[in-house]
């Protein structure tokens, strides 16, 4: 068990706290809010939304990692990879 954890908590503004993690973790956590303040402002809504169906989530979770698996062809056509065996 990890000594020292805190649990998050909210203030009356909704704020939290998030405690440090390492370098990597923390980019990503900052990315992530980061992204869902875009979505939001993009959008209109969040992902706490309730109008799409466990379907429609779906699709865009499908059509989510079909770009990126085309970005991730590019960058290897890019760099080479293409013809590059493992």
Known sequence: MIKDLEVITYDSSNSRTVLKADS???SIVDKFIDRSRVGKKKYG???DRTDLSLEAWIEHALEEHMDAIL???KIKSVIG???TKL
């Open 81 to 83: 990879g293409s013809k």
């Open 45 to 47: 809504t969040n992902l």
């Open 24 to 26: 990597i973790v923390d």
């Open 71 to 73: 970005y991730l062809q």
